[in-house]
């Protein structure tokens, strides 16, 4: 531990991941989860989702193995591996978690929640106060002591349901979330495969876009101007 560089207390390492392009960061403790032994705190990194085109989908196929790629989950893998690289020159471990290992190692939403980071919507998901649902988390594993955050004070979903009225399939409602009945479901029922089916949309010839109307219908952030490269590119 005497290698490790001064630079990485808790405020320098989130000032590292804001300037490593991630809208939010903030920290758990290992105390609250059940990761392995030289993990001792997880560094919690959301990326804002202002556009649709984050949920943008690409089917690749290569070498007998088939794979949908999402753009905003192949973005935060890219950038959690770049600051795991970074903290690691400066003498700590750390590893990024892919997509696939946030599923089975972290609960994103309990991390994202305990971090301080959002509140738990009636839609289901994280809801930041900035960014509303338009957001989504990766995580960097390390070894390094961090002083974890608290989970926010106030609950500022509305509990106006639009997301439930935005759902055409009643996966959400009063009695909470039925994955069965999602059309993003990732092992859908034949009957949802169906309805899938019906609903995907084709942005580009080899994109698609899943339902994601519980997250564009929250008014919660709803309003915050996204600048895409051909706005900026004359400024
Ligand atoms: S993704 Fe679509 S189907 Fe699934 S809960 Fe959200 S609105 Fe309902
Ligand atoms: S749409 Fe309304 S009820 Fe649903 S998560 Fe947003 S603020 Fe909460």
């Given at each position: 531990?005497?290698?490790?560089?001064k630079?990485?207390?808790?405020?320098?390492?989130?000032?590292?991941?804001?300037?490593?392009?991630?809208?939010?960061?903030?920290?758990?403790?290992a105390?609250?989860?059940?990761f392995?032994?030289?993990?001792?705190?997880?560094?919690?990194?959301?990326?804002?989702?202002?556009?649709?085109?984050?949920d943008y989908?690409?089917?690749?196929?290569?070498?007998?193995?088939?794979?949908?790629?999402?753009a905003?989950?192949?973005?935060?893998?890219?950038?959690?591996?770049?600051?795991?690289?970074?903290?690691?020159?400066?003498?700590?471990?750390?590893?990024?978690?892919?997509f696939?290992?946030?599923?089975?190692?972290?609960?994103?939403?309990?991390?994202?929640?305990?971090?301080?980071?959002?509140?738990?919507?009636?839609?289901?998901v994280?809801?930041?106060?900035?960014?509303?649902?338009?957001?989504?988390?990766?995580?960097?594993?390390?070894?390094?002591?961090?002083?974890?955050?608290?989970?926010?004070?106030?609950?500022?979903?509305?509990?106006?349901?639009?997301?439930?009225?935005a759902?055409?399939?009643?996966?959400?409602?009063?009695?909470?979330?039925?994955?069965?009945?999602?059309?993003?479901?990732?092992?859908?029922?034949?009957?949802?495969?169906?309805?899938?089916?019906?609903?995907?949309?084709?942005?580009?010839?080899?994109?698609r876009?899943?339902?994601?109307?519980?997250?564009?219908?929250?008014?919660?952030?709803?309003r915050?101007?996204?600048?895409?490269?051909?706005?900026?590119?004359?400024?």
């Amino acid at each position: 531990m005497d290698t490790i560089s001064k630079l990485l207390d808790t405020a320098s390492v989130k000032r590292l991941a804001l300037a490593h392009g991630f809208d939010k960061v903030g920290i758990v403790s290992a105390e609250d989860f059940d990761f392995p032994a030289r993990v001792h705190s997880a560094i919690v990194l959301g990326c804002a989702t202002l556009d649709e085109a984050y949920d943008y989908e690409m089917y690749i196929q290569y070498q007998g193995q088939r794979k949908w790629h999402k753009a905003i989950y192949t973005l935060l893998e890219a950038l959690s591996a770049r600051l795991a690289y970074t903290l690691r020159q400066e003498g700590c471990r750390a590893e990024h978690l892919t997509f696939e290992d946030s599923i089975s190692v972290i609960d994103l939403k309990k991390a994202a929640v305990l971090a301080g980071l959002g509140t738990l919507g009636l839609n289901n998901v994280v809801v930041n106060k900035e960014y509303g649902p338009r957001i989504r988390f990766g995580t960097v594993f390390t070894d390094l002591e961090l002083e974890p955050d608290r989970p926010l004070d106030d609950y500022y979903c509305s509990s106006c349901t639009i997301c439930w009225g935005a759902c055409l399939t009643w996966a959400l409602g009063p009695n909470g979330f039925d994955r069965s009945r999602c059309i993003a479901e990732f092992n859908p029922t034949p009957e949802m495969l169906e309805r899938q089916r019906q609903m995907l949309k084709f942005p580009t010839p080899v994109t698609r876009l899943q339902c994601i109307s519980c997250l564009t219908s929250c008014p919660i952030g709803k309003r915050l101007p996204v600048e895409m490269w051909f706005d900026v590119r004359n400024k």
